[in-house]
């Protein structure tokens, strides 16, 4: 399995466009999560679905940001309009089992510059 | 509100040493507790996981622990090597999975 695939890996904008992260899950795992990484905060979960369904998003920070998983092996996460405060790096992960059971398995992040 | 904690932030050890970090949690309802591992600019690699049923896990140099009670994990790396040197990071899964801000490891050669 390639793991958790992320894309981009990098992504420079700037203030007030559109940002869209893509995530494809490992394949069977049926919940999947977005954190958001800053040296400040450090790790922050954003939100999670399970079997597509979104569950809990009380970390997504406001109404800029939202997020979809229309199908088991694809979400995507919007930042609609970026501002410079969002620069973090995001990370995708997914699991087998609700609430992380088995444990997460991460993708190697998109690192966002809004500037 | 689970609050997890990281002690040190930092820490610097001869090439050799064994060493012991800690991780702390504030509620022990938990299903589980991950340890990870981070390279600079890079994702997060899982190193062991314990059930909240299991005391600890091992793999190869690694040993962790939980105390669900007092609410404490420790990651004990044994012979530690300058490839070793990186940011360890705890989550703990309860009704949130919740990380602390890590440890950044630096070995010395």
């Known amino acids: 399995d390639a793991g958790v695939i992320q894309s981009p890996r990098h992504e420079v904008t700037e203030m007030g466009q559109e940002v869209t992260l893509r995530c494809k899950p490992i394949?069977?795992?049926?919940?999947l999560f977005w954190y958001r990484q800053t040296m400040m905060r450090g790790l922050e979960l954003l939100i999670y679905?399970?079997?597509?369904?979104?569950?809990?998003d009380s970390g997504m920070p406001e109404d800029r940001f939202s997020a979809k998983m229309p199908n088991a092996s694809f979400s995507t996460l919007k930042i609609q309009p970026s501002e410079p405060r969002d620069s973090a790096v995001y990370f995708c992960?997914?699991?087998f089992g609700q609430g992380a059971s088995y444990g997460y398995t991460f993708g190697s992040g998109t690192r966002l510059t809004v500037v | 509100k689970q609050e997890v904690t990281q002690i040190p932030a930092a820490l610097s050890v001869p090439e050799g040493e064994n060493l012991v970090l800690n991780c702390s949690f504030t509620d022990s309802a938990i299903y589980n507790l991950q340890w990870f591992r981070q390279d600079p600019g890079k994702g997060l690699t899982s190193l062991l996981l314990?059930?909240?049923?299991?005391r600890e896990q091992t793999s190869g140099r690694l040993n962790a622990s939980l105390d669900k009670s007092s609410g404490r994990s420790t990651l004990y790396i044994a012979a530690s090597q300058p490839g070793d040197s990186a940011t360890y990071l705890c989550a703990v899964s309860g009704d949130k999975i919740i990380f602390g801000k890590g440890t950044r490891l630096h070995i010395l050669p």
């Open positions: 314990i059930q909240s049923s299991q």
């Open positions: 992960a997914s699991s």
């Open positions: 679905f399970n079997n597509n369904v979104p569950i809990d």
């Open positions: 394949s069977g795992h049926n919940s």
